[in-house]
């Protein structure tokens, strides 16, 4: 009988491909050099563009850390012929929204707006002008970094935020992914820098935009060729240097007043374009990725009630980011659940997932897949994702396919050769006292 069921499951799993509706992606090149990612819909009478650049956090100078992020957010802080207060004002009388985000690869701005003609002109005319004749006033760049500074000086106290900022720098060393902000070099930043930053990094031949909603191919070609035919051109490629994949291992502990003991344990894992993506993605979600399903969450918190969530993930990035494994527990407690972590990775890394655990897991994934596209706003993210790190058109349409083909031994491979259990960083935060060294 069990037999008969895990075939109903596996043939119920292939038919969803075949009934999945993703959206149809169209792409060109705007005459500014553009990429342009655009899906139609016209169910609703709204629209939403995001424009994205290689600017992340990465791009920062080694001294000047936090500049990426400080160009980003003074971009709808004023803007030629407007301070911030009319653009705020200027959004707010159409309903229009402003979005901005940045991560170690990337920063950009969106736009959420209704798509009748006379609400979607303003919002285009300020968000044109947001991106390509920002001001970057002095003032307001003071008062930023006063903020930016005070947020560094509270992280500084929190064991969360301590832990993220050593374990970036024992995973990555100096490498940009393993930079953080620090007070000092916030202080550094000067207007000169913010400008030089933007003139080099959001250059219209950089630009990715994201187009989805209520207007045609000919409305979505004239809206990407106004956002980006006045920006900067011909500015410097950027490149991120490549990461040293393999690591010593290291243990760091640092003292911290909190009951709890934050530990994170990890190393280099794969980049957005890596051939073991898909192998790696449901192996994780087996792993620590699936929530209360995954086995870390049954070892750790179900057998054994030693903490409250454990999880891992992969960063996917340009270059690899980091595969991280991550819970808090009692100080008291916490060399036995580190133990108990490390002995439930290595199990998974030397055998590989069950047939059990596999079947759930490509269930879990493909029936939920879904609730990814179900709006306008997640299927934005998604073009912005295939845009700029240079993704299959098809990709959406290919998704629950690959999950479904992936295979127990695919996984064990890919984990054998990517996750050594013997060359990781591990950080704790809060540790037992007789152990722990003060932070640095």
């Known amino acids: 009988?069990?037999?008969?069921?895990?075939?109903?499951?596996?043939?119920?799993?292939?038919?969803?491909?075949?009934?999945?509706?993703?959206?149809?992606?169209?792409?060109?090149?705007?005459?500014?050099?553009?990429?342009?990612?655009?899906?139609?819909?016209?169910?609703?009478?709204?629209?939403?563009?995001?424009?994205?650049?290689?600017?992340?956090?990465?791009?920062?100078?080694?001294?000047?850390?936090?500049?990426?992020?400080?160009?980003?957010?003074?971009?709808?802080?004023?803007?030629?012929?407007?301070?911030?207060?009319?653009?705020?004002?200027?959004?707010?009388?159409?309903?229009?929204?402003l979005g901005g985000r940045i991560d170690s690869d990337r920063s950009g701005i969106s736009l959420r707006t209704l798509s009748s003609a006379a609400e979607r002109d303003q919002a285009l005319d300020i968000l044109a002008r947001v991106l390509q004749r920002p001001l970057f006033p002095e003032a307001v760049l003071a008062r930023e970094k006063t903020r930016l500074i005070a947020g560094l000086k509270e992280a500084e106290t929190r064991p969360e935020s301590i832990a993220a900022k050593a374990f970036g720098k024992a995973v990555f060393g100096d490498?940009?992914?393993?930079?953080?902000?620090?007070?000092?070099?916030?202080?550094?930043i000067r207007r000169d820098d913010v400008e030089a930053f933007y003139r080099t990094h959001y250059s219209a031949d950089a630009a990715v935009v994201s187009i989805m909603g209520d207007v045609t191919r000919a409305e979505a070609e004239a809206i990407a060729q106004k956002l980006t035919g006045q920006l900067p051109?011909?500015?410097?490629?950027?490149?991120?240097?490549?990461?040293?994949?393999?690591?010593?291992?290291?243990?760091?502990?640092?003292?911290?007043?909190?009951?709890?003991?934050?530990?994170?344990?990890?190393?280099?894992?794969?980049?957005?374009?890596?051939?073991?993506?898909?192998?790696?993605?449901?192996?994780?979600y087996i792993l620590g990725g699936g929530g209360f399903v995954s086995r870390l969450m049954?070892?750790?918190?179900?057998?054994?009630?030693?903490?409250?969530?454990?999880?891992?993930?992969?960063?996917?990035?340009?270059?690899?980011?980091?595969?991280?494994v991550g819970l808090q527990t009692r100080k008291e407690q916490a060399d036995e659940a580190l133990q108990l972590v490390r002995a439930t990775l290595r199990g998974f890394i030397a055998k590989g997932p069950t047939a059990k655990e596999l079947l759930a897991a490509k269930q879990n994934i493909i029936g939920g897949f879904p609730l990814r596209i179900d709006s306008n706003k997640k299927i934005l993210e998604y073009l912005g994702v295939i845009g700029f790190y240079g993704l299959p058109l098809t990709y959406l349409d290919d998704f629950t396919g690959k999950v479904d083909k992936v295979t127990a031994a695919q996984i064990h491979d890919a984990f054998k050769r990517r996750v050594n259990p013997d060359a990781m960083a591990t950080v704790i935060v809060g540790a037992p006292e007789e152990k722990a060294e003060p932070a640095k």
């Open 1 to 97: 009988m069990r037999t008969k069921m895990l075939v109903v499951v596996a043939l119920l799993l292939s038919g969803i491909n075949s009934v999945l509706a993703t959206p149809q992606i169209q792409h060109w090149q705007a005459p500014s050099g553009a990429r342009v990612f655009f899906v139609e819909n016209r169910n609703l009478p709204m629209l939403d563009v995001a424009v994205d650049f290689a600017a992340g956090s990465s791009f920062d100078p080694a001294e000047k850390s936090g500049l990426a992020g400080m160009t980003q957010g003074l971009l709808d802080l004023g803007a030629e012929g407007m301070s911030e207060d009319d653009i705020a004002r200027g959004m707010a009388d159409i309903g229009a929204q």
């Open 175 to 188: 490498h940009p992914y393993g930079v953080s902000p620090s007070v000092a070099s916030a202080e550094k």
């Open 233 to 284: 051109q011909g500015g410097k490629a950027a490149r991120i240097p490549p990461v040293a994949m393999q690591i010593n291992t290291s243990e760091q502990r640092i003292a911290h007043p909190a009951t709890q003991s934050h530990i994170l344990i990890g190393a280099p894992g794969m980049a957005r374009n890596d051939p073991d993506y898909f192998p790696l993605y449901v192996g994780n």
């Open 298 to 324: 049954n070892e750790v918190r179900e057998k054994r009630g030693m903490a409250y969530s454990v999880y891992s993930y992969f960063v996917p990035t340009l270059e690899p980011g980091m595969f991280q």
